[in-house]
């Protein structure tokens, strides 16, 4: 999943990157309005940290216009306005949930995982394809029972072809979930994890194999398991 950051303390920005970065997600970061904007125009992101105090205007301006929009995607205000006037004022604003500064990065992260868990379309789980399971929160794979050792990029991979079984899923379509700015479009690290993850899944014996569309990408297919 991908996530943008707000924020316009630089250090603390990149703390949470990181924090964030190591917990399995791909984020984006920004440190003022402008830029916060045209990363929510060319990235897809699953959800938002948002400051309040940026150096070019309030993020409460920038929340409101999303709303107004019709932007839907959730919204974590992180802010050290903390008084209750402030913390109604994000909420009526359009924020899913308003945590204060100073704080620890276990209570945002669990903040985070349950904004996620209850989008308006709530995800699944565990998703899964013949023997090959993902569970979504423990971040575990198994086949037939057995841990399939992933790094967080494969796993992420994986979740994307698992929530599309058998449907083509782009390169653009990977980029875009699993990667943030960083990622250079020329690249061939894509192929490489691919080509990783169908390596592991074969080795496992998975009945779901990863096949390559041509001119599009990859699709995941799931045949029927051998007793």
């Known amino acids: 999943m991908r996530l943008l950051i707000v924020e316009d303390e630089r250090r603390l ?16 970061l920004a440190h003022d309005l402008a830029s916060a904007r045209d990363l929510a125009i060319v990235g897809e992101h699953d959800l938002v940290i948002l400051d309040l105090n940026l150096p070019d205007g309030s993020g409460l301006d920038l929340l409101r216009e999303w709303r107004d929009e019709g932007k839907i995607v959730p919204v974590l205000v992180l802010t050290s306005r903390d008084t209750l006037e402030d913390k109604v004022a994000g909420l009526d604003a359009g924020a899913d949930d308003y945590l204060t500064k100073p704080f620890e990065l276990a209570e945002l992260l669990a903040r985070v995982r349950a904004l996620l868990r209850r989008r308006a379309v709530p995800p699944r789980a565990v998703l899964a394809a013949g023997a090959l399971r993902l569970d979504r929160d423990a971040r575990r794979v198994t086949v037939r029972d057995e841990t399939l050792p992933l790094t967080l990029k494969e796993l992420a991979l994986l979740e994307q072809f698992l929530l599309r079984p058998g449907a083509a899923v782009s390169r ?16 061939n690290v894509i192929d490489v994890l691919v080509g990783r993850l169908r390596r592991k899944l074969e080795a496992a014996r998975s009945a779901a194999r990863l096949r390559a569309v041509p001119g599009v990408g990859w699709a995941l297919d799931a045949e029927p398991e051998q007793p």
């Open 13 to 28: 920005g990149t703390r949470l990157a990181q924090g964030l970065r190591e917990d399995g997600f791909a984020v984006d």
């Open 172 to 187: 653009e379509t990977l980029a875009e979930h699993v990667w943030d700015e960083s990622y250079e479009a020329r690249s």
